[in-house]
């Protein structure tokens, strides 16, 4: 007989209430003391805190759907689905076959040379100015040309794309507006009006609205352009919260700093522990369609189950010590941040290459960072992210 989950009401361990918000570690330590499935009945949904567990759930796609939403809320407004992460299979195997060959990591290595120029740039400008917001000269900045050189679209300005890719996710959740979804359908006309006419000849937006992807399989139409949209919006926000999360966190933990800088050969798993560390998306959501279980616990048909990717990537039975910033942790790679299974980022290789070539182009060019103001956090629930950062940095001897 299957379990009951355990009952709690939304003041107590609301995961949008705004002290969750605010300094979530604290109620995702408290969500994973309880069971490894909490509903919560004023929010009517069902909590999977767990790294385990959260496997669990994302590698069951027949009993945990996507294809009735990965949001907590499915917004009436918009009524075209984002055909990567709102299918099941087998449609969604047939979407993703048509574009894989594009996100492999030897694909992905064509565009190197351009993001380490572009990272060498931006830091150049930090070094420059010296006392500056991170989100803005950094964090916005880095996906915002990497983005431009993988798909061809070039954007009014990077503020204009960090706020439409922050609509997107902000306009699903319990406090979006009709502000939020106002400004998915600016981005979105937007692309089809100016983006598309303006992109050259041979880019990854010609091959998806022109060919239907690699192997031609995606419909014309709105299949194609909303196949695009969501690989140019997703691949903004998540990137840009890891790049600010990041550099908060080693003002945080300046040993770690240190340590980056004299050992150059950690960056790439340095970037593993900032996604597990500084974790973007809170939780993705799926929906059952039957009864289903986790852990013994039952879950009825017709539920919302939020898959806490970031109090999973804080599991102390995965990640020992968790809340500490470790560099050098051997399984930092298991993360969540990407998701996993079916479902796991396409676009992970670039934003993996977005990050270690910041983070290589950092630890030539700066000693240290130090705090120049309040960092303030963003009001999105749904990406844990900086709203600005005010740094001050020390220039490396010679840089």
Not at 387 to 397: D, G, N, Q, S
């Amino acid at each position: 007989m299957a379990n009951v989950a355990p009952t709690i009401e939304p003041t107590e361990l609301d995961p949008y209430a705004p002290e969750a918000q605010l300094n979530p570690n604290p109620y995702y330590d408290r969500l994973r003391e309880l069971d490894p499935v909490i509903y919560v009945p004023g929010r009517d949904v069902w909590l999977v805190p767990g790294h385990a567990e959260a496997v669990q759930v994302l590698r069951n796609h027949a009993d945990f759907v996507s294809g009735d939403g990965v949001t907590f809320e499915v917004p009436s407004t918009r009524t075209e689905r984002y055909p990567l992460i709102e299918n099941d299979p087998p449609v969604h195997d047939h979407i993703r076959r048509s574009m894989q060959p594009s996100f492999t990591k030897r694909a992905i290595e064509v565009f190197r040379p351009g993001v380490e120029a572009a990272a060498a740039s931006i830091v150049q400008d930090a070094l420059a100015q010296g006392e500056f917001d991170a989100v803005k000269v950094v964090a916005q900045e880095m996906p915002d040309r990497a983005m431009t050189l993988l798909t061809g679209i070039t954007p009014p300005s990077a503020q204009t794309l960090a706020d439409w890719s922050d609509a997107t996710s902000r306009g699903e959740e319990p406090s979006g507006t009709e502000e939020h979804a106002t400004q998915v359908m600016e981005a979105l006309t937007w692309l089809v009006a100016e983006g598309l006419p303006n992109m050259p000849a041979h880019c990854l937006g010609r091959l998806i609205v022109d060919d239907g992807g690699n192997d031609g399989g995606l419909e014309e139409g709105s299949q194609r352009i909303m196949t695009l949209a969501s690989i140019w919006l997703a691949g903004i926000d998540s990137t840009g919260a890891v790049l600010g999360n990041a550099i908060n966190a080693f003002i945080d933990h300046p040993d770690q700093w240190d340590l980056l800088r004299s050992r150059p050969d950690l960056i790439p798993n340095a970037a593993e522990e900032l996604l597990r560390y500084g974790t973007p998306f809170r939780a993705f959501f799926r929906r059952t369609r039957a009864t289903a279980e986790v852990e013994g616990i039952e879950i009825p048909a017709g539920s919302r189950v939020a898959v806490m990717l970031a109090a999973a990537n804080r599991d102390p039975r995965q990640f020992p010590d968790p809340h500490r910033l470790d560099i050098t942790r051997e399984n930092a790679k298991t993360h969540l941040a990407f998701g996993n299974a079916l479902h796991v980022c396409l676009g992970s290789p670039l934003a993996r290459m977005e990050i270690t070539s910041l983070l290589t182009e950092l630890t030539r060019g700066v000693e240290r960072f130090e705090r120049a103001g309040d960092a303030i956090q963003s009001p999105s629930q749904t990406v844990h992210k900086l709203e600005t950062l005010p740094v001050r940095i020390v220039p490396a001897e010679g840089a």
